[in-house]
């Protein structure tokens, strides 16, 4: 069955299902309903999690031994798949076989960016449907960002004035896991109550997460010696490089749409179509557009791809070497 993330805290509370999809481009979202499932296994004695990343080296019948073989001291156990790219490849037939007779002491949850729409035609996704659930996340319109970010900022006990509530969804541009990290910042500096646009402009001064946005740019920009020095200030605060992660590969992806696109529009105003009104951000689109082809804009994403599995765990570099990385990739010319 499928069910919306609002209606999965009721959907749990009836009972647990064998195995759970979660997919979709909002990390800050995939990760809060992932994290509700995981505590509902935990409280059902789940304890004990295995995790596999299904890039290509993962080798799927070490995958379908965990599922037939017995846990140590009887254990319940949790296991967690990551598809990065919302496709199972070889691992179709494994997870097929598994949804055939769903073992009880196994909780699955499957981890998908957007899933592929051939996935749903196949006959894993029909079995799973069948046997658990899944759980499609979708982004929040652009239109509806302030109402969401009010809402947080409520759940925080915080109060945004109308001024304050507009300074913070421009600054943020539809970043649902900035937006979380920022309330976050806010509801530590003020202590809860009423934010104006006195305190935004000053936790903006005090705050290094919009040096995030900032290193975004610069990347675009192709000036690696700033953006370099910007990657250590981040790594020093322990940032989460998720937020800017998402930010940029929204942007490389924007670039890529504006080299296909045969129509009459300027740049600038085909940006603006898009959604792009930040003068900073336009020039550094546009001049990375002039900058980069199409090959060396792939392979950025693919970076991009490397630290966010890096940033989970996986691999045994940090995000923030793969990302000085990044930043002399962008800083080449085509």
């Given at each position: 069955?499928k069910t919306q993330?609002a209606?999965?805290p009721q959907l749990l509370k009836?009972?647990?299902?064998p195995?759970y999809?979660v ?10 309903c992932?994290d509700?499932i995981?505590?509902a296994?935990r409280?059902?004695?789940?304890h ?6 299904a890039?290509n080296?993962?080798?799927w019948n070490?995958?379908a031994d ?7 001291f ?9 598809l990065?790219?919302g496709?199972?490849?070889n691992?179709?037939t494994?997870l097929e076989r598994?949804?055939q007779?769903p073992?009880?002491?196994?909780i699955l949850l ?6 592929d729409a051939?996935e749903?035609?196949r006959?894993w996704?029909k ?11 979708w982004?929040i319109?652009a239109d509806k ?6 809402q947080r900022?409520?759940n925080?006990?915080l109060q945004?004035?109308?001024g304050?509530?507009?300074m913070?969804a421009e600054?943020l541009e539809?970043n649902l896991?900035?937006?979380s990290?920022?309330?976050?910042r806010l509801?530590?500096?003020?202590n809860?109550?009423?934010?104006d646009?006195e305190?935004?402009e ?6 290094s997460r919009?040096n ?5 740019t610069?990347l675009?920009?192709?000036r690696a010696?700033?953006?370099?020095k910007?990657?250590g200030?981040?790594q ?8 800017l ?9 924007l670039i890529l ?12 105003a ?7 009104f930040?003068p ?10 002039r900058r980069l ?12 791809g490397?630290i966010d599995?890096?940033?989970?765990g ?9 990302l000085r990385?990044?930043s002399t990739l962008?800083a080449?010319?085509s």
């Amino acid at each position: 069955m499928k069910t919306q993330p609002a209606q999965l805290p009721q959907l749990l509370k009836k009972g647990l299902a064998p195995v759970y999809l979660v997919s979709g481009d909002e990390p800050l979202l995939v990760q809060e309903c992932c994290d509700q499932i995981r505590k509902a296994a935990r409280d059902a004695d789940f304890h004990d999690r295995l995790t596999f990343h299904a890039d290509n080296n993962l080798d799927w019948n070490s995958v379908a031994d965990e599922f037939g073989a017995m846990s140590l001291f009887a254990e319940k156990r949790r296991i967690e798949i990551h598809l990065p790219n919302g496709k199972l490849g070889n691992g179709r037939t494994t997870l097929e076989r598994v949804l055939q007779n769903p073992p009880d002491d196994i909780i699955l949850l499957l981890i998908s960016t957007r899933l592929d729409a051939a996935e749903t035609r196949r006959k894993w996704y029909k079995d799973l449907q069948s046997k658990g659930v899944h759980v499609p996340v979708w982004p929040i319109d652009a239109d509806k960002f302030q109402g969401w970010l009010q809402q947080r900022a409520s759940n925080h006990g915080l109060q945004l004035t109308r001024g304050a509530l507009s300074m913070l969804a421009e600054r943020l541009e539809g970043n649902l896991l900035a937006a979380s990290q920022e309330l976050d910042r806010l509801s530590l500096l003020t202590n809860g109550g009423t934010i104006d646009e006195e305190t935004i402009e000053q936790a903006v001064q005090d705050s290094s997460r919009f040096n995030g946005f900032e290193l975004v740019t610069e990347l675009l920009a192709g000036r690696a010696s700033h953006a370099s020095k910007i990657i250590g200030v981040l790594q020093q605060e322990g940032e989460n490089p998720l937020g800017l992660l998402t930010v940029l590969s929204r942007d490389l992806n924007l670039i890529l749409e504006l080299k296909a696109s045969s129509g009459g529009d300027s740049p600038s105003a085909f940006l603006k179509k898009r959604g792009v009104f930040q003068p900073q951000r336009a020039r550094a689109i546009e001049q990375a557009n002039r900058r980069l082809n199409r090959p060396q804009l792939h392979s950025a994403l693919e970076l991009c791809g490397t630290i966010d599995r890096a940033a989970k765990g996986f691999g045994d570099r940090s995000p923030w070497h793969y990302l000085r990385d990044l930043s002399t990739l962008l800083a080449s010319r085509s």
